[in-house]
């Protein structure tokens, strides 16, 4: 089976750091917002969408943190104020995040 090479880092797919990189490079702003009826959001703002996954992304969050959301327009919108659980998280999977 022959080994394929990553188009953008000349490395094996195994071990290609493409991904490592594009999370280091993010600049992730995380806040609540306040909805209708006194609502709180969870809002992850600032995902690169060509270089993250963030359907996948929020579907890990929205499991971490056991609630709904949605991801549209390069944010991730969480049920709730989940602050702490998803600077935590994301800061484990190697993001920088800011909170407002």
Known sequence: ?????????????????????????QEIILYTDTRRYGKKMTIVDG?????????????ELKGKCAAGGTAKNGRIELQGNHIDKVKSYLESKGFPVEIR
């Open 1 to 25: 089976m022959p080994e394929t090479v990553c188009p953008t880092c000349g490395l094996p797919n195994e071990i290609c750091i493409c991904e490592d990189i594009a999370r280091e490079q």
């Open 47 to 59: 995902i690169d969408e060509s270089d993250i996954d963030i359907d996948e992304l929020a579907s």
